[in-house]
């Protein structure tokens, strides 16, 4: 199958601390930590949204891959915050990296999911020769209305795949998904924030899916946890991943460099590829990783991945995950509503 080609990752530096938020509501920062296993979570600047994030990832991407960027033939964002209703990121993205206009582009949306669905569109698309590369980014700056349990979880940043056959720093070696209509989480048109089912985002919606679709690639490929040296889920709070891959059989030393949530919080369509992303920073030639999405509506996709020697020069390249946790800037509550847009002008 087609392989990963050059990766990269955007996580805005701003950052507010759970406490930040409980003092304001009356909340028990310490049970919000320890209940969700987040301390702190992302924040967007006021000059960055989806489009920016997506384009920040896509050349750190770039800078791995070293391909001309006239030789993308495709490019999907995934994001449930794209700045536009009418208007694809996409595009943008395109002429931020300047990408040959001989190209397909598309927005995606499937709540948490809609990355992993533009990788597996892309997997296609090289599988089958229509295209020689292909990019599929997912990103988003996710909502939480105030005072609601999402504002200590819904974050900002992206990751942006360059998916090829040629050069590759870690292979697909299977794909499958895992779907149903289960309305766990959704926001209607014009809405500013999401509604979302309360405990039942758990079961029957994330549990139900993420370990339906991980068994099925354990089927498919004829694997166990123990066949993988790393393995990613999504992460709406470090408490469901951590419970989904011990139920999967897989061990904290092959889960936590995944594990990103309980510093940047959940950053939707961002959070698996980001996830991944932070695995790729570290990991060695023949390492196996095991990697399940998930996104609200509802489905999860995963993936049995393989990396290969051309890694260890790759990851040089550009900056990791761990490089972008310096010269952080905390806010507080004010600054931080400011910055989402929470504080209307009239």
Same mark, same amino acid.
């Given at each position: 199958?087609?392989?990963?080609?050059?990766?990269?990752?955007?996580?805005?530096?701003?950052?507010?601390?759970?406490?930040?938020?409980?003092?304001?509501?009356?909340?028990?920062?310490? #049970?919000?930590?320890?209940?969700?296993?987040?301390?702190? @979570?992302?924040?967007?600047?006021?000059?960055?949204?989806?489009?920016?994030?997506?384009?920040?990832?896509?050349?750190?991407a770039? @800078?791995? #891959?070293?391909?001309?960027? $006239?030789?993308?033939n495709?490019?999907?964002?995934?994001? $449930?915050?794209?700045?536009?209703?009418?208007?694809?990121?996409?595009?943008?993205?395109?002429?931020?990296?300047?990408?040959?206009?001989?190209?397909? #582009?598309?927005?995606l949306?499937?709540?948490?999911?809609?990355?992993?669905?533009?990788?597996?569109?892309?997997?296609?698309?090289?599988?089958?020769?229509?295209? $020689?590369?292909?990019?599929?980014?997912?990103?988003?700056?996710?909502?939480?209305?105030?005072?609601?349990?999402l504002?200590?979880?819904?974050?900002?940043?992206?990751?942006?795949?360059?998916?090829?056959?040629?050069? %590759?720093?870690? !292979?697909?070696?299977?794909?499958?998904?895992?779907? %149903?209509? %289960?309305?766990?989480?959704?926001?209607?048109? =014009?809405?500013?924030?999401?509604?979302?089912?309360?405990?039942?985002?758990?079961?029957?919606?994330?549990? @139900?899916?993420?370990?339906?679709?991980?068994?099925?690639?354990?089927?498919?490929?004829?694997?166990?946890?123990?066949?993988?040296?790393?393995?990613?889920?999504?992460?709406?709070? =470090?408490?469901?991943?951590?419970?989904?891959?011990?139920?999967?059989?897989?061990?904290?030393?092959?889960?936590?460099?995944?594990?990103?949530?309980?510093?940047?919080?959940?950053?939707?369509?961002?959070?698996?590829?980001?996830?991944?992303?932070?695995?790729?920073?570290?990991?060695?030639?023949?390492?196996?990783?095991?990697?399940?999405?998930?996104?609200?509506?509802?489905?999860?996709d995963?993936?049995?991945?393989?990396?290969?020697?051309?890694?260890?020069?790759?990851?040089?390249?550009?900056k990791?995950?761990k !490089?972008?946790? $310096?010269?952080?800037?905390?806010?507080?509550?004010? %600054?931080?509503?400011?910055?989402?847009?929470?504080?209307?002008?009239?």
């Amino acid at each position: 199958m087609a392989g990963i080609v050059g990766y990269g990752s955007y996580i805005p530096p701003y950052r507010i601390k759970v406490e930040e938020i409980a003092k304001v509501w009356g909340d028990d920062p310490k #049970a919000i930590s320890r209940g969700l296993v987040v301390d702190q @979570k992302s924040v967007p600047g006021p000059d960055e949204d989806t489009i920016t994030i997506s384009v920040e990832a896509a050349r750190l991407a770039l @800078k791995r #891959a070293q391909i001309n960027p $006239e030789k993308i033939n495709a490019i999907y964002v995934g994001s $449930e915050s794209h700045p536009y209703a009418v208007k694809p990121t996409a595009t943008i993205v395109a002429d931020a990296i300047q990408a040959s206009p001989n190209l397909t #582009a598309a927005d995606l949306e499937f709540a948490c999911k809609a990355g992993t669905a533009g990788m597996q569109a892309i997997i296609g698309e090289v599988d089958s020769d229509m295209i $020689e590369y292909g990019l599929a980014i997912g990103a988003d700056t996710s909502q939480g209305a105030p005072g609601d349990a999402l504002e200590y979880t819904a974050s900002a940043g992206g990751s942006a795949y360059i998916i090829g056959k040629k050069d %590759t720093i870690a !292979d697909f070696e299977g794909t499958c998904s895992f779907t %149903t209509d %289960t309305p766990d989480f959704y926001r209607r048109e =014009g809405q500013a924030y999401p509604s979302h089912g309360g405990r039942f985002t758990g079961e029957p919606a994330y549990f @139900k899916h993420v370990l339906n679709a991980a068994k099925n690639m354990f089927e498919k490929m004829g694997t166990t946890a123990e066949d993988y040296d790393h393995a990613v889920f999504h992460q709406p709070n =470090g408490k469901f991943y951590i419970r989904a891959a011990k139920k999967l059989g897989f061990n904290e030393d092959q889960y936590k460099d995944g594990l990103l949530t309980p510093k940047i919080g959940n950053t939707y369509s961002g959070a698996t590829p980001l996830g991944l992303s932070s695995i790729l920073d570290i990991a060695k030639p023949k390492e196996r990783i095991f990697a399940v999405s998930y996104g609200s509506g509802a489905g999860s996709d995963a993936f049995s991945i393989k990396v290969n020697d051309n890694i260890t020069e790759v990851q040089k390249r550009a900056k990791t995950i761990k !490089d972008q946790e $310096e010269n952080l800037i905390f806010v507080d509550y004010s %600054t931080y509503a400011k910055y989402k847009g929470k504080i209307k002008m009239q």
